[in-house]
C-alpha cells in the first residue's frame, strides 16, 4: 500500500512543479534568514528564553608586545591580543590579560549596547625590568631640550662639561669646543618650547651674559649675543618658524632674526601676555584685549575684547605666556604658575602649575602642580563660534604626588612618564576607570630624565653610580592597529 502512495505521489511531481516548490522554499528561507543576518551584522543577537533581539557591544584589545592571553571574566579567549570580542551582552566585566615574563594587567569596564571599548595601547611591562648601562661616566644632570630628540648631559659646573647626547650616542666632544671663549661659562638658563627643533642657552662668563642659539639636529651653535640688545626677561619662541626669537623686556617684545643678524626693538609694545604660532602673533594688551596680527603686523584680528570677562580670566599682574595649541584654542601661562584657557571653565590653576604640555594627536592637554597631574580635553560645543564659550573636562589623574617635576607623554599619548621626586613611574589612561599606575626606577637626587619617543627609551642617572642609564619602555615596532569593526556605532577608548 506504501508503495502505491508513493508511485501516486510521484506521478503527480512534475519538473515545474519541483522547481516552484523549490523557490517559494528559498523565498520563505531567505525572508527569514534575511532580517536575523542583519541583525547579527549590526550588533543584534536573539535571547531565546527572553523571546527577543539584544544589541551587543564589543572590545578592542591591542597590547604591546602582543600574543598575550586574554580572559574575559572566567572564560580565556582562544584569540591572542591583538583581538576583538564581539557579541558581548551589556553589563560590567572583567578583562585580564597575561603574558609570559610581563606583569599580568587587567582592567573592569562597562559594555553599552551598540557601543565599542577600546584598549588599543595596553603597555605591558617586564616583571623584572633590565636597565642597560649607556655610559659609565658620571654625570650630575640631565638637561631635556623640549622639541627636540635631544639632551644635554652635564658632567660639571661649566660650559666645558656640558655634552650633547642624541638618544643614540654621546658626542665626544663638549658643546663649548664650538666655542671656546666660553668654555669656563656657566649655563644658567635655557629656553625651548615644544615641537620647536632650537634651544636659546644663557650664560655667565665673568659677569658677562652671553646668548647661544642651539641646534641640536644640525649640531649648530652660535653666538647671537650681539644682537641681544637689551637683558631680556624672558625669550618666546615660534613651534613653526626656526628663524625668529622674541625677547621680552618690560612689557616690550624685541624681534630677532638669527639667521640674518636682524633686529627690531620694541617690535610690540606695552603688552600684558606674549605668544607666537605659524608666523602669526599673539598679544595680550595692558586693557586686556586679545589680538591675532601676521608677523609683520598686518590683519589684526581681535580674539576677545569683553573687558569683565578678561578681567576675570587674567590677573592684573604678571606678564603671560600666550600658547595656541590649535585652531580656536589657546592656553595662557602666568609668572606664578596660574594656567588659564579659552575654553570653559577658563582657570585652571590660580598658581603653581609647573609644565604642561599637548598632545596633538588627541587633543589634550597634561599639566601638573607640586602634588598633581591633570589632562584637558578641549570641547568644541558651542554653536555661535565663540572661541571663549567651548567647554574642556579637566581630570585629575595623579593627586598624592610629593614632588612631580616632570610629565611626559609616552607611547603616541597613550602613557604618561612622570617623575616624582627621586622615582619615576608611568601611568597608562584607560577609558574607563582611574590610570594604572606602575613604579619604573628610581633616579638620581635632583636631577632630570630623558624620554626618546623615537626608540621609546627612558634615559635616567643612577642613584647610586651616577652613570647614564636606559631603560625600554617601548622598543621595536609599535604594534599594527586593529581592523575598525563595522558592527559598532560609537567608541569608547583613550
Known sequence: MQKNLLEKIAGKLTLPGIRRASFYFFLILYFILCPLVLFYAFGFIIRPHEQKLVQTGLVSINTYPSGASIYLGPSRYIQRSPAILSELLPGRYNLRVFLNRYRPWSQSFYVSAGKAVLFDKVLLLPKILMPRTASTQAFVNIIPLEGTPSCILVKGHTFKDDYLFDGSEINTEPLASKIFLYADARLQDLMTIQDNPQAVLTLILQKEIKYLLLLPAKDSLADISAIVIRPPERFFLDPNDTSTIYSLHKGQIDMIKPQTGAIYPEYVENIRGFGAKDRKLYILSQEGVLLRMNQDKTATEIILSDAPLSA???????????????????????????????????????????????????????????????????????????????????????????????????????????????????????????????????????????????????????????????????????????????????????
Open 312 to 494: 576675570s580670566i587674567f590677573d592684573p599682574k604678571g606678564i603671560y605666556e600666550i600658547r595656541p595649541l590649535m585652531p580656536g584654542t589657546f592656553v595662557f601661562l602666568g609668572n606664578e604658575g596660574q594656567l588659564m584657557t579659552n575654553h570653559l571653565p577658563h582657570r585652571i590653576c590660580d598658581r603653581g602649575c609647573r609644565g604642561i604640555s599637548f598632545d596633538d594627536q588627541r587633543d589634550r592637554l597634561l599639566f601638573w602642580t607640586k602634588n598633581k597631574i591633570g589632562t584637558v580635553e578641549f570641547l568644541n560645543d558651542n554653536p555661535d563660534n565663540d572661541p571663549f564659550s567651548n567647554g574642556s573636562v579637566v581630570q585629575y589623574i595623579f593627586e598624592a604626588g610629593r614632588d612631580i617635576k616632570q610629565c611626559l607623554w609616552v607611547y603616541e599619548g597613550s602613557h604618561i612618564l612622570f617623575r616624582d621626586a627621586d622615582k619615576i613611574f608611568l601611568a597608562e589612561l584607560v577609558p574607563q576607570g582611574p590610570p594604572h599606575i606602575e613604579f619604573l626606577v628610581q633616579v638620581k637626587n635632583n636631577t632630570n630624565i630623558f624620554y626618546s619617543e623615537e626608540t621609546g627609551t627612558l634615559y635616567y642617572l643612577d642613584a647610586k653610580k651616577e652613570g647614564l642609564e636606559a631603560l625600554d619602555i617601548v622598543s621595536g615596532n609599535a604594534p599594527a592597529a586593529l581592523p575598525q569593526a563595522e558592527s559598532t556605532e560609537n567608541q569608547e577608548g583613550t
